[in-house]
C-alpha cells in the first residue's frame, strides 16, 4: 500500500551533480517529515537531510560539507522529496534511503531513524575519482 520509490542514484565522477528523488504513494505525507538517510560500506546507516511539514530544513553536523553541497526540497502536490547533491565527494559513496516520518505535523529537525516509519529500497551512489 505504502510505498516510497527512489530514484536518480547511479555512478558519478568526483565534482559531479546528482539529484536523488523519492515518489510516495498510497499516502499523502504533506504532513510528515521526510529525510534522507545513507549508509556506506562498513559503517551505520547516518542522517544527511531532512525537511518538516513546514518546509524546515536540517543537514547533519558531520564535517563533509554535506550543508554546503546538498539541498533538499519537497513537492507536496506530486507527494515527492528530493535531494540535490552538489560537488560530489568520493565520501558521499553510499546507499541512500529516503524516510517519512510516522506521525503528522510533529517537531522540526528529526534526525534519528526511530522518528521515521516510513522507508525506500535505497539507491546506490557511487563517486569515482
Known amino acids: 500500500q505504502v510505498q516510497l520509490v527512489e530514484s536518480g542514484g547511479g555512478l558519478v565522477q568526483a565534482g559531479d551533480s546528482l539529484r536523488l528523488s523519492c515518489a510516495a504513494s498510497?499516502?499523502?505525507?504533506?504532513?510528515?517529515?521526510m529525510a534522507w538517510f545513507r549508509q556506506a560500506p562498513g559503517r551505520e546507516r547516518d542522517f544527511v537531510a531532512a525537511?518538516?511539514?513546514?518546509?524546515?530544513?536540517?543537514?547533519?553536523d558531520s564535517t563533509n560539507s554535506v550543508r554546503e553541497r546538498f539541498i533538499i526540497s519537497r513537492d507536496n502536490a506530486k507527494n515527492t522529496v528530493s535531494l540535490q547533491m552538489n560537488s560530489l565527494k568520493l565520501e558521499d559513496t553510499a546507499v541512500y534511503y529516503c524516510?517519512?516520518?510516522?506521525?503528522?505535523?510533529?517537531?522540526?529537525?528529526?534526525?534519528?531513524?526511530?522518528?521515521?516509519?516510513?522507508w525506500g529500497q535505497g539507491t546506490q551512489v557511487t563517486v569515482s575519482s
Open positions: 524516510a517519512a516520518e510516522g506521525s503528522e505535523y510533529g517537531r522540526n529537525w528529526l534526525v534519528s531513524q526511530a522518528d521515521y516509519h516510513y
Open positions: 498510497g499516502r499523502d505525507f504533506s504532513g510528515h517529515s
Open positions: 525537511i518538516s511539514w513546514s518546509g524546515a530544513v536540517r543537514y547533519t
